[in-house]
């Protein structure tokens, strides 16, 4: 039966609790503000209150340390003071209200047999008897932690599995992946589109260069280099290679200057004005530019080539898509809050929105082109009905979109 539990990604950027004392010098460390010292006295009074023996409790402090830090014999007295320490925290603090937290169904039997099956991974008897007599939730954190104290090379596949037991406890995204030492396929390997949570490749770019409110947050090379840096959580390399992809392209399709021209201008809302880079293409060279570099660093003999000829088996459903959309996209370029709705450039730029993410589908690239519909649709607001956005998720599936992605560019359009 499911249990409500608090989402831990509202308060926490990474590990927290009992399993993150386990990796720092003091309780102080673990528990830094009123939050982290909640989370760390709900832990802590869980094995306080557990008929774990010592030995045990010794034993798993000191398999998730990595042996580098033993609490003695007496590791309940250790706990105890973990405990008042943080009480000490909270009632110092001057902000109690913290607003209410999203909520996860937690089915505590069913994840505890999930964690259950990864621990003959690691030889941890003890790490058992908490998962099964504590908690699931702070036992499959401090199993994380002995993989990571002792880097242990962690499968792909594996890795999937631990992401998937995380989003069932509500984790936030950085605390399985950080510091674990996953053995990641090659960035040009076609899993490892799955793996990005948000958007990536050219559709993110035209995101970060939104209207003129990127101004105020960094450079234009800056921009491109946010895209394109290897973040926690993914292949290193993959979101360089994408955007790579995505930006050659474009830059040897035979679309006019004019068409990727209007396709910048309509996806970024007339951001970035591509007359300072001396045009869409010489913009295009210095994005794929940018991110050979970044590749260079993960494989330094890496030479970008022609790029892999795109897959335009779904051509079709995503014209269809763009379509039956057609008008309302139209509309909504042409009634643009950025400018106002009497400012002219939006109206030429509205009739040239459909014909031109037309042509990246059905001559390009139909993943990029679905993307760019996307990126298009948030941008300008366009509402959703929920028989489009299951479509949409369908074929975000066919195309090995992660979820997350497409609930990220399509969470605020659902029509009322």
């Known amino acids: 039966m499911s249990e409500q539990r608090e989402a831990r990604h509202w308060n926490f950027d990474g590990d927290f609790g009992f399993s993150l004392l386990t990796a720092v010098d003091s309780v102080a460390d673990a528990a830094g503000d009123a939050d982290e010292a909640r989370a760390l006295r709900d832990d802590t009074r869980l094995l306080l209150g557990s008929s774990l023996p010592d030995d045990d409790l010794r034993a798993v402090w000191l398999a998730a340390s990595g042996g580098r830090r033993d609490p003695g014999a007496d590791p309940r007295s250790r706990l105890r003071e973990a405990v008042e320490r943080c ?30 099956a990864e621990l003959p991974t690691v030889h941890a008897p003890a790490l058992a008897r908490v998962v099964a007599e504590v908690d699931a939730d702070l036992g499959f954190r401090l199993f994380l932690r002995v993989l990571k104290a002792s880097a242990v090379p962690v499968p792909s596949a594996d890795y999937d599995r631990y992401r998937t037991i995380a989003d069932g406890f509500g984790y936030p995204a950085r605390l399985v992946p950080e510091g674990l030492a996953v053995r990641w396929p090659r960035f040009d390997d ?4 799955r793996r990005f949570d948000f958007d990536f490749g050219f559709s993110a770019v035209t ?3 939104h209207a003129d409110l990127w101004q105020h947050a960094y450079s234009v090379e800056e921009g491109v280099r946010g895209v394109a840096a290897d973040q926690v959580g993914l292949v290193p390399g993959a979101p360089a290679y994408a955007l790579l992809q995505d930006a050659s392209r474009l830059l040897h399709s035979p679309l006019s200057d004019d068409t990727l021209t209007t396709l910048w201008q309509v996806t970024t809302c007339r951001g970035h004005d591509l007359d300072e880079e001396g045009g869409v ?3 295009l060279r210095r994005i794929t530019d940018i991110c050979g570099a970044t590749l260079r660093r993960t494989d330094p003999g890496f030479t970008a080539g022609d790029p892999v000829p795109a897959a335009m088996d779904l051509r079709g459903p995503v014209l269809r ?8 996209l139209t509309d909504a370029v042409h009634d643009s809050p950025w400018y106002g709705a009497d400012t002219s450039p939006w109206f030429a730029l509205s009739g040239r929105t459909v014909p031109a993410l037309e042509q990246v589908i059905d001559k390009i690239d139909p993943d990029l082109g679905f993307r760019l519909l996307l990126r298009t ?10 028989e489009r956005l299951a479509r949409f998720t369908a074929l975000g599936d066919a195309f090995g979109h992660s979820r997350h992605h497409l609930a990220s560019l399509t969470g605020s359009l659902r029509e009322d």
Do not use: C
């Not at 937290?101 to 259950?116: I, S």
């Not at 763009?322 to 008008?327: C, T």
């Open 190 to 193: 076609p899993s490892v589109r």
């Open 377 to 386: 649709a948030h941008a300008y607001s366009v509402r959703l009905t929920d």
């Open 281 to 283: 293409r010489r913009w």
């Open 207 to 209: 995101g970060r260069f």
């Open 87 to 116: 009480e000490e925290a909270i009632a110092a603090d001057t902000f109690p209200d913290h607003g209410t937290a999203p909520t996860v169904a937690v089915d505590e039997n069913a994840m505890r047999k999930a964690v259950l």
């Open 321 to 328: 898509e763009l379509r039956e959309m057609a008008q309302e």
